[in-house]
């Protein structure tokens, strides 16, 4: 990879102008404009058409029955069942510290407020087709919504000519999700999200996608609640001398390794560790079956950036704000006040990325594309709503009337003041 | 308004209607991609051209200086910063109370797993012009901002030709907005969303405004956050035989007078209430300045329906799933547990509306559209991200490496089963 020596200031600008590259698809939005109003207007039938039109699949039903999915669940070795059931525990003891407590206060007298935290009634799940099948992203999004109490958990994938992906089937079953259905691009979200005689309304839709469910997710956004819009893959490690640079080549290249506009960032302050990562890089990426799009990777979006102190690591990693970022130095949990933007850190030199990916029970579906900024992992919270409450007697209103209609008239709202002094109209 | 009588199964056909209609404007989008699009470029000097397009108004600075603010706060009346004053004093302790705390897990040998829980860098509140500029809004909006550790509050507002509205930045000053730019539509959104040579760049954008304000929201969304798009005001009453019909009429006004979209609704089991309302409603709305808005909205948007029982009232209430909820029955808060879908809900014969519009300190900035169904009020959660980490020791890797390379080479990535074993190479 390239390797950028450089004051911080002229590094900024360079991670500022990746950052802010953010495409405008106008022909992709109008064609999804369409498929949504149809799917609206015409159902099932719509759906069937697309599925027909885009993945050359003519469906009698959409849904996936029982014995497909435990005939999936049958045929998946026990290793991967055993390992899924492994990262079933550990994403599940995390995501319960999550869960989040409603309140109530009655502190003064004849007042109550409070704050009801309350599950969504349905969710849904949108799984991408092929070799973007990931069984480990279904328990990082039916997890969550599992123990944030989502009574009807809906998954929809396209179908597949060879039948669908046995492992992700088996994940399926092994989070609960409660239906499946075989559609797929921008008519599966709007399936979701308006409902169709077989695919239910949902409240909110999760999961990635190709620029067409992207698109589709953002415009039905009002009409349902969606996840954060997923970009390509990023990892950033900011590594010292001590760091091993086979192990820092090889986490660059699990990231590189998804997709061509994927991005691994090494930030260093070590010259030499640089030169030897990323010569480790050009050796060990030949050896990978995915050598093409991880090379891709590496040309068009990862960098190798040294810097003159380990401070200016994290100054200029949280300008980026990466989906993952690894602290491979001595003591890492000392730095976690600098990490100020990240979607999920992994620290010291044994906490490999792949490690979260699969195991360690943080969510893998988090922010992209300096999105870091301001979202957060998919968690519990994603799957709650907040109802607010207050209950006065007649006398704790009447101790705070004045102040209600006194804004209410500075304001201009006349019925607002009204409202209050009806009570006392005796 | 008018009174439907008919079985539960029908009324919930007319809500489903009503809830469904989401309009497609493509011209608005248009021109506002274009303004976004010439605020990336030309930065401050699109936005004075656009402030002399829409607002006739040449502005030479964009930054409202202290001592405006200062003097506004001073030509606002004691009453009313008496009023803010307490106002944000409920405020205050009320959000308090939904602040989340960051978790650390140590409870597995080697490994530590945890949620760090930090405050956005910055935010920007947008504040509709005209009579719409709320001072009680701003409380809302920038209460959790402060609460949540937020450093950096910008204000924008349209520019007025007789000057900003004093209450508004006395409110501002009271709670705290940091800086004020009187920019306004979508040429303010785009600023704070990509900042210009005078505003700055936000991590998110809170704010109501109007079709231009709300879908520069919507296109930004993904480059900063923003809180939902809101609608227009809805009020949903739940009211039995032991309710005062002219205190349900005055509380159905309290939010027709918003708009003539606004959304005022009354449930009974009891039709003489019923009629009694209607006919309260059409007597009080004349005695009201903004009357020709309230008739607007009870005749477009307004209903009274009546149901065979209690029950039924919640069932169809959950359909709506209105901004503001009044359960008007005795005993009100035995009812919380039915209440599925609402933003803020007022409990008892006392509590009404405009209470929480003010002064209660649950937050006023609440899902509308039928969209309680999956959104919250603002709170402080609104205003934090969360970033996970793990550590683990090079032995606790070692017990789940199996795990996790079984699961990568199913899902056939390569380098991430080989990044974990690249640790024991040796």
């Known amino acids: 990879m390239q390797i950028i020596e450089d004051s911080l200031d002229q590094l ?4 500022a102008i990746r950052t802010n590259a953010v495409a405008n698809r106008e022909e992709v939005e109008k064609s999804v404009r369409e498929i949504i ?66 309140f109530i ?22 799984v991408p087709g092929g070799t973007a099948a990931y069984p480990s992203s279904i328990l990082m999004n039916v997890i969550p919504a599992k123990i944030a109490g989502v009574s009807r958990i809906v998954m929809v994938t396209p179908p597949q000519k060879d039948g669908l992906n ?78 091993v640079p086979s192990q820092v080549a090889a986490d660059l290249l699990s990231q590189a390794e998804h997709d061509k506009l994927a991005r691994p960032i090494l930030v260093t302050d070590d010259r030499s560790l640089a030169e030897a990562v990323s010569k480790e890089m050009d050796r060990q990426v030949d050896l990978l079956p995915r050598k093409e799009i991880a090379k891709a990777a590496m040309e068009n979006e990862g960098f190798i950036a040294v810097v003159d102190d380990i401070d200016d690591a994290f100054t200029l990693m949280n300008a980026v704000a990466p989906e993952h970022l690894e602290v ?68 704790a209103l009447k101790k705070e009337k004045d102040a209600i209609t006194t804004l209410a008239r500075v304001e201009g709202l006349e019925a607002h003041a009204r409202a209050i002094e009806s009570r006392f109209d005796d």
Not at 115 to 120: G, R, V
Not at 204 to 218: D, H, L, Q, S, Y
Not at 350 to 360: N, R, W
């Open 12 to 15: 900024l600008k360079q991670v």
């Open 37 to 102: 109003a149809n799917v609206i207007k015409d159902g099932d039938q719509a759906v069937k058409m697309y599925e027909q039109k885009f993945d050359n699949v003519e469906l009698e039903s959409l849904k996936v029955t029982q014995r497909e999915i435990d005939d999936a669940y049958e045929a998946t070795d026990d290793t991967v069942i055993k390992a899924l059931e492994l990262a079933k525990a550990n994403i599940t003891s995390f995501h319960q510290m999550e869960v989040e407590d409603s």
């Open 105 to 126: 206060d009655a502190k003064k007298k004849g007042v109550i407020r409070g704050e009801k935290i309350a599950p969504l009634a349905a969710v849904g799940l949108y």
């Open 166 to 243: 046995k492992a992700v089937l088996a994940a399926a079953k092994i989070a609960g999700v409660d239906e499946i259905y075989t559609v797929g691009g921008a008519q599966a979200i709007a399936s979701l999200a308006y409902g169709t005689e077989t695919v239910p309304r949902v409240d909110k839709i999760t999961g990635p996608g190709n620029v067409f469910v992207a698109t589709a997710k953002k415009q039905v956004f009002g009409q349902v609640d969606i996840d954060m819009i997923a970009g390509p893959s990023e990892i950033g490690v900011i590594a010292g001398s001590q760091a």
């Open 328 to 395: 491979q130095l001595p003591d890492a949990i000392e730095y976690l006040n600098q990490i100020k933007n990240a979607g999920s850190v992994f620290l010291g030199f044994s906490a490999s990325e792949p490690l979260g990916d699969y195991l360690a029970g943080p969510n893998h579906i988090l922010p992209t594309g300096g999105t870091a900024r301001f979202f957060s992992p998919l968690g519990v919270q994603d799957f709650v709503k907040r109802t607010q409450f207050v209950s006065y007697t007649r006398d």
